[in-house]
C-alpha cells in the first residue's frame, strides 16, 4: 500500500526555519519524482517545488527561490522540505505527492498518491 505521512511542520517566528519530512512506504520513493504543494487559507493549492528520481530539483513557486530546497535520503525513503527565512505567506498546510512518474510536474493530476498534510504557520 502505498502511502506518505509528512511531519515537521508548527509554528515558527519569521525568518526562521524549518524541516519537512515526507516518509513514503509501499514503493521505493527514490525511482518516482516527489513533489511539495501547499495550500493557504482562502486559496488554492500551489505546486512549491518538486525532485526528480535523478534528483533533479524543480521550483515552480517563485517566492521560495533561494529559502526552500528540497533533498532525499533514500535509505530511509524519505524526502525533506527545508525551508528557510520563512515569512507569514508562507503560512499553510504543506502536503507530499508520488507523481505518477519519474519526471516533475506542477499538475496536481500528475501525482497519485498524497500525505495528510503538515500544518506550518509564520507568526511572531
Known amino acids: 500500500q502505498v502511502q506518505l505521512v509528512e511531519s515537521g511542520g508548527g509554528l515558527v517566528r519569521p525568518g526562521g526555519s524549518l524541516t519537512l519530512s515526507c516518509e513514503a512506504s509501499?514503493?521505493?520513493?527514490?525511482?518516482?519524482?516527489i513533489g511539495w504543494f501547499r495550500q493557504a487559507p482562502r486559496k488554492d493549492s500551489e505546486a512549491v517545488l518538486c525532485?526528480?528520481?535523478?534528483?533533479?530539483?524543480?521550483y515552480y513557486a517563485d517566492s521560495v527561490k533561494g529559502r526552500f530546497t528540497i533533498t532525499r535520503d533514500n535509505a530511509k525513503n524519505t524526502v525533506y522540505l527545508q525551508m528557510s527565512t520563512l515569512e507569514p505567506e508562507d503560512k499553510a498546510v504543506y502536503y507530499c505527492?508520488?507523481?505518477?512518474?519519474?519526471?516533475?510536474?506542477?499538475?496536481?493530476?500528475?501525482?497519485?498518491?498524497w500525505g495528510q498534510g503538515t500544518q506550518v504557520t509564520v507568526s511572531s
Open positions: 525532485i526528480s528520481n535523478s534528483d533533479g530539483i524543480t
Open positions: 509501499g514503493f521505493q520513493s527514490r525511482y518516482y519524482a
Open positions: 505527492a508520488v507523481a505518477t512518474n519519474y519526471y516533475c510536474s506542477h499538475y496536481a493530476s500528475d501525482f497519485r498518491s
